[in-house]
């Protein structure tokens, strides 16, 4: 299968700092990105789908000031958490599609914590 | 929008034991997935099964795509089995929806 990386696995920022969360795809081009949040114990709830070099489309609910979502190229999108809170704190996970593959591969995840 | 629902929701069996995850979805998919999530939360791509059946090693998946339901087997369950096994699903609109899950505990 293919690979997608996620960076970083794990951080940890003060409140009212931003973050950003890289993921690419190293093997093939991810015409379709998406990002997901799961909670402890909880389900992956989608945030936003993104396809390269267009606007991301947002979940109902998710604020788009907040998580800014860019797809500048085929291999990479980001997720920057903007002005982060406590409540932030979750699990972030992204997820790639295109090329050859139909389906979707997903990065390691990145574990936020605000403090 | 589609709903998705896996159960049981918790499983827990004796190495050794067979089980059967199910996922029940609510309208016509065009991709249907199943994942092992591991203690670190790294998703594994288990199995791509819109329709038929698939085997790999100990586990099998059987998707009846005209009543909406896909099924996960594990035989010989190893303690390595262990995790949350989901079930993910999209309809060709670049949405993939994953249900709650089976949190499956197998013990030595």
């Known amino acids: 299968g293919a690979v997608v990386s996620q960076h970083p696995s794990w951080v940890i920022c003060k409140s009212g700092t931003s973050v950003k969360i890289e993921c690419r795809s190293l093997?093939?081009?991810?015409?379709?990105m998406f990002w997901y949040r799961q909670f402890p114990k909880q389900s992956l709830m989608l945030m936003a789908t993104?396809?390269?070099?267009?606007?991301?489309?947002?979940e109902q609910g998710v604020e788009k000031d907040k998580f800014l979502i860019n797809h500048a190229s085929l291999t990479l999108s980001t997720l920057t958490v903007t002005s982060a809170h406590p409540e932030d704190s979750s699990f972030y996970i992204c997820?790639?599609?295109?090329?050859?593959?139909?389906?979707?591969?997903f990065g390691q995840g990145t574990r936020l914590t605000v403090v | 929008g589609i709903q998705v629902e896996q159960s049981p929701p918790d499983l827990i069996l004796q190495e050794g034991a067979n089980s059967t995850l199910r996922c029940n979805f609510s309208?016509?998919?065009?991709?249907l997935q199943w994942f092992h999530q591991n203690p670190w939360g790294q998703l594994i791509n288990l199995f791509y099964i819109p329709s038929g059946t698939k085997q790999n090693g100990r586990l099998s998946a059987t998707t009846v795509a005209t009543e909406r339901y896909s099924l996960l087997y594990i035989s010989s369950s190893q303690t390595t089995d262990s995790g949350v096994y989901f079930c993910a699903v999209d309809k060709g609109d670049d949405k993939i929806i994953f249900g709650k899950g089976t949190r499956l505990h197998i013990l030595p």
């Open positions: 093997d093939f081009q991810a015409t379709t």
């Open positions: 993104s396809n390269e070099g267009s606007k991301a489309t947002y």
């Open positions: 309208d016509s998919v065009n991709n």
């Open positions: 997820s790639a599609r295109g090329g050859q593959w139909i389906v979707a591969f």
